[in-house]
């Protein structure tokens, strides 16, 4: 290949019909209430977590529901349990147990 | 006696007898070997002291009379003493009858146990009338508890129990030998009274009744047969089934007495506390997802079985409210909300990473009164401005912790099995609380408070705000007038049964209003349901639970429901059905102001 002095970015579309769904699937088997979730961000904007870091358990569901998979095990990790995403949300979520039940699948 | 004292009928009886005993020796040596350095070592400390003594009076108390039994359930509490005290006392007396007899101080075992078969004539024994009196009563006494279990297990209702306990292959065969073990000594000893006319004022009625029936001659070595063979696969079943909890209290009583308790693991002292439990089904109709939701696993009488037959009992474990309903009415006082938390962390992942690198150094600032809210008070602000509108009134300088947010206590993951990662979150808040070194530590959160108490280390008076305020009202720090409000008071889980402050919060209403009682308070006060302790119950099944609960708490129809823990506000306001407060706020909103400024020191960029 002729070196022209520059590289072409690497492609970044993402195709989600590739990705692999099956820990949503396999959430959704344990925790269905994770189906009724709108993706407001409630949670994430009352997030103990979220006032040290980045952490958003929004961002992860979405994550999960598209199949994106990077950093989730990593991220779950941070959250500490308080359990004030489950007095906010809207939806009645059970957000505690979606943590659970993520620590459990993914280890 | 001598060597005619013999009949083959008698081996059931003690191939059964040394069966158990050995099994149960061998089981228990093997288990303290496995038990840690330092649990034996107290047990050799304590062994020689005075403490022995205690543990034999207790042992007397609970294992014998059921004392604690009886003040659960006075019907339940006689069952359980007829079995435990009436036998015990028929084989007392039937050794010291026997002894007397034979004038030697050494017996066969399975002499008095037979003695009636042995022995027609008992002329010229001391005391012969009364022993046979005294034998026949305590047949009797424990025929009458006989009957009772027999009305538990076909109507438990009558009882007292809404539900009963399960019976399981093992308990089924060990049930019904001690079932049969009464009746058929009562036969056994009637047919040979009926030939011989040697029985006291029951054995002799029945005996002669007998007599008119059938051929008693031929009856009686049957008979006899017969209740050897109940009594042997009693004995037999005994370290099998759940009659293993009989020697297994005592046991624990022993332990508990030299100092033992629970830890966070699941160790052998939490299986010799899972084997104590008599599964008598007390805690059944306490656990309200059993009573309520119909889940009628969870209760521990369930979960402790499924523990011990090794089935998966991950669902129990988790599924619990962890409300302490449960601990409070068990009769032989086993730290149930322990074991759960314990099965629990078996069921976490473990990893030894470091947990939480994120949570850095926050600002501490030395007060009088360290003010920790805790993440349940963020969500209910209405707390939080009347606490520093409390501490404002009291003069004393006060630093508000975690007014711009902080670290979770720990407990919420404390409760879930997750102790690394609490163990990192009690450093960071404690590293800023050991900075701050208050003299009073005051947190709104009974969740936060427990942590607190539990895995922390403060060199400070630790409280719950109820505690203080009524600490400032005491020392006339703060003046209260009368809200003209009825109220009633809900007591928070982990207020109450978790860490028995029960008089202070309602010292202080008396002072602010007027306080009505309802049906369930105190140590029996339901859970509003809005747990952290359970992560499996879904919301509608939450909210049903709140309404039972709310429906028992607004018999009275009062004007507001008081509480003093956030969740528990935030869980009962849920459903509209009344006006609920925070004790807090109730007192903020009657102080009587002095006007004196106070020494507020307080975080700037304070922006809620």
């Known amino acids: 290949m002729i070196n022209f002095g520059y590289t072409s970015n690497k492609d970044r579309q993402i195709v989600f019909d590739e990705n692999d769904r099956s820990v949503y699937q396999i959430l959704q088997s344990k925790e269905p209430s994770v189906d009724i979730c709108i993706q407001c961000g409630t949670c994430s904007s009352t ?61 | 006696m001598g060597a005619i004292a013999f009949h083959p009928f008698v081996l059931p009886f003690s191939i059964g007898v040394v069966f158990m005993l050995t099994a149960l020796i061998s089981r228990f040596i093997l288990w303290k070997k496995k038990l840690p350095f330092a649990d034996n070592e107290k047990i050799r400390n304590g062994f020689f002291t005075v403490k022995t003594l205690y543990a034999l009076k207790e042992v007397f108390r609970e294992s014998l009379l059921h004392r604690r039994m009886h003040r659960v359930n006075p019907l339940l509490g006689y069952m359980h003493m007829t079995f435990a005290f009436g036998w015990f006392l028929l084989i007392l007396i039937g050794n010291i009858e026997s002894r007397l007899y034979s004038g030697s101080e050494f017996n066969l075992p399975y002499y008095p146990i037979f003695f009636q078969y042995f022995v027609h004539d008992k002329t010229g ?81 029945f005996g002669k009744f007998i007599d008119e029936l059938l051929p008693v001659d031929q009856l009686v070595v049957p008979a006899w047969w017969a209740y050897s063979i109940v009594l042997g696969v009693f004995f037999v079943s005994l370290p099998f089934s759940r009659y293993l909890h009989i020697p297994a209290e005592i046991v624990l009583i022993f332990l508990r007495h030299y100092g033992l308790k629970p830890s966070k693991k699941f160790d052998h002292f939490s299986q010799m506390e899972l084997f104590s439990c008599p599964r008598c089904g007390v805690c059944i109709d306490k656990c309200q997802l059993a009573s309520e939701l119909n889940m009628e696993q969870i209760p521990p009488g369930h979960f402790f079985h499924s523990i011990r037959d090794h089935r998966d009992d991950k669902e129990q474990a988790f599924n619990c409210l962890l409300c302490g309903r449960c601990e409070e009415i068990c009769p032989v006082g086993i730290n149930t909300l322990d074991i759960r938390v314990q099965r629990r962390h078996e069921f976490q992942v473990q990893d030894n990473k470091i947990q939480f690198p994120y949570l850095v150094d926050g600002k501490a600032q030395h007060a009088e009164i360290l003010y920790f809210a805790g993440c349940m008070t963020h969500l209910t602000p209405g707390i939080k401005s009347s606490m520093i ?145 359970n992560t499996v119950l879904t919301n509608p099944q939450r909210n049903e639970l709140a309404n039972r ?60």
């Open chain 1, 47 to 107: 997030c103990t977590t979220g006032q040290f870091t980045q952490f958003s358990l929004r961002q992860i569901i979405v994550n999960i529901h598209r199949g994106e998979m990077d950093f989730i095990n990593e991220d779950i990790r941070k959250c500490m349990f308080c359990g004030k995403c489950q007095l906010v949300c809207p939806r009645s979520v059970n957000t505690r147990n979606i943590i659970q039940v993520l620590i459990t699948i993914l280890n």
């Open chain 2, 125 to 205: 024994m001391p005391l012969e009338k009364v022993f046979t009196y005294l034998m026949d009563m305590l047949l009797l006494f424990v025929l009458s508890g006989l009957a009772l279990a027999l009305i538990k297990r076909t109507n438990s209702r009558l009882l007292g129990l809404k539900r009963t306990t399960n019976i399981h292959k093992g308990d089924r065969i060990a049930l019904f030998a001690l079932w049969l073990i009464f009746p058929f000594r009562l036969i056994a000893e009637s047919i040979t009274s009926g030939v011989y006319h040697q029985g006291g004022f029951l054995t002799d009625t």
């Open chain 2, 389 to 533: 509108r409390i501490f404002e009134a009291t003069g004393l300088s006060y630093y508000f912790m975690d007014e711009q947010g902080g670290a979770c206590c720990g407990r919420p993951m404390q409760m879930a099995g997750r102790f690394n990662e609490a163990k990192a979150m009690v450093e960071h808040n404690q590293n800023i609380i050991d900075r701050c070194r208050p003299v009073i530590m005051v947190t709104s959160c009974p969740i936060c408070l427990k942590s607190f108490k539990e895995e922390y280390i403060i060199n400070a008076q630790l409280m719950h705000h109820s505690e203080f305020i009524n600490l400032m009202m005491e020392k006339n720090k703060i003046n209260l007038k009368h809200s003209g409000l009825r109220v009633s008071y809900h007591d928070p889980c982990e207020l109450g049964r978790g860490l028995k402050v029960y008089n202070e919060p309602r010292k202080v209403l008396h002072q602010l209003s007027d306080l009505q009682p309802v049906q369930l308070e105190a140590h029996f006060s339901l859970c509003c349901a809005g747990s952290l302790g």
């Open chain 2, 549 to 608: 609960t709310l429906d028992m708490l607004l018999e009275n129809d009062p004007d507001a429901l008081v509480t003093a823990c956030p969740l528990c506000k935030k869980t009962l306001a849920g459903s509209n059905r009344c006006e609920v407060i925070d004790i807090a706020e109730l007192v903020a909103a009657n102080l009587i102001l002095k006007g004196e400024p106070s020494r507020v020191l307080r975080t700037p960029m304070y922006s809620h």
